[in-house]
């Protein structure tokens, strides 16, 4: 796709005689990815061109913010989705935006009321994960069943697009692949940012992300085991399996070896310091924890499982891709990237120039203006 510029942008809203009315719909403004990506495009789509709202349902453990200043916030003040829905309505028919963007339980929500908001209103909803893997029966039955209503689909990946249609019978023409963005501005002033514990001199590897069992650190530990190296894994996250994590450091006796640092506010601190990042992952939509340690300069060593992992990893340029649940190739694997000489200048700049924050934008303007011609 060619990207245009702002002015060219301008001037086609000109011809529509006013700023676009897009409502951006989100659960919370707490640390995940999702809500990264949704607050990036909030606060970077020009307002001059897009009259924005951002619809929250709950301001509670908020670690995002928005500091673009023509942006308005609604917070429905209401901590579970299924009490919510009689309030995104109202706020819906009096704001009365053109296109409304969805993530993630509003998906399921807005595909399911789908025929009771207003006939010209656009809905477009961007999916952030495999469902065939990760969601109960039940919402897969949702998804297959409703999600064809939606208007537009943003897929992170062309695995999840494709996941999409085999899966949820989703036209092929109502998917869009649009990447997640990378603010290496953002990350290349943050990793700046000392340290507050002091690293051995030994390979420090790391991985960010919540502690659930989905993220796959229990198989990333038992691999650690295998090695006969000194290290340092650094864990950075908070979560259900923190205990399990806690328990299985003790079986492998990994207890110098391993440091849980919980939430991190700025984890590109640790990133940059890092040898490799590892992902133990048993399914990702598109890993921006993976793509902000490539941001800093570092290699990574993950799974190929389902999602778009594969998609970014690209051997001994910026990583290596291990099969799914082999243990000891990921520990010979971690063994033969050390041995790998990467040039960190050049992941970073492959990373930028694939995923880039303005880049990034650039799409979803062309793909919402496009919605409103």
């Not at 992170?156 to 109502?174: A, D, R």
């Not at 390979?203 to 340092?232: S, Y």
């Not at 649940?325 to 033969?336: C, L, S, V």
Request: with cysteine; charged share 20%; aromatic share 10%.
């Amino acid at each position: 796709m060619e990207y245009a510029t702002i002015s060219t942008l301008v001037r086609n809203v000109d011809e529509m005689k006013a700023r676009l009315k897009i409502m951006f719909v989100l659960p919370s403004l707490a640390s995940g990815g999702t809500e990264r990506v949704v607050l990036n495009l909030v606060n970077h789509l020009p307002t001059q061109i897009f009259d924005i709202t951002l619809v929250v349902m709950t301001n509670q453990n908020a670690a995002y913010s928005v500091y673009n200043t023509g942006v308005k916030v609604v917070f429905l003040h209401k901590s579970k989705i299924r009490y919510v829905v009689f309030r995104l309505f109202r706020v819906i028919y009096r704001t009365k935006p053109q296109i409304i963007f969805s993530s993630l339980d509003f998906n399921k929500i807005l595909s399911l009321f789908r025929p009771f908001l207003p006939a010209d209103t656009y809905v477009v909803a961007r999916e952030s994960s495999i469902g065939q893997y990760t969601q109960s029966f039940l919402n897969k039955w949702l998804m297959r069943l409703f999600y064809p209503r939606l208007d537009l689909l943003v897929a992170q990946s062309v695995y999840m697009e494709q996941h999409l249609i085999q899966y949820f019978g989703i036209n092929p023409n109502k998917i869009q692949v649009i990447h997640n963005p990378v603010d290496t501005n953002m990350i290349r002033q943050s990793q700046q940012v000392p340290i507050p514990i002091t690293l051995p001199n030994v390979p420090i590897f790391i991985t960010v992300g919540r502690l659930h069992p989905v993220k796959g650190h229990l198989r990333l530990l038992k691999a650690l085991a295998l090695l006969e190296i000194p290290f340092l894994y650094l864990i950075i996250g908070e979560g259900t399996e923190r205990q399990r994590i806690e328990q299985t450091v003790k079986k492998y006796q990994l207890n110098e070896k391993v440091k849980l640092l919980g939430h991190c506010t700025n984890p590109f601190q640790y990133l940059a310091r890092a040898t490799l990042f590892l992902q133990g992952s048993f399914t990702e939509g598109y890993p921006n924890a993976l793509l902000e340690a490539n941001a800093c300069g570092i290699p990574a060593v993950a799974f190929d499982v389902p999602g778009g992992t594969s998609e970014i990893i690209l051997k001994r340029l910026n990583g290596f891709l291990v099969p799914n649940n082999d243990i000891k190739g990921f520990g010979d694997t971690i063994e033969e990237a050390l041995r790998t000489r990467f040039n960190k200048e050049a992941i970073q700049k492959l990373t930028s120039e694939r995923f880039a924050l303005t880049q990034i934008i650039k799409l979803y303007q062309e793909m919402l203006l496009e919605i409103a011609r």
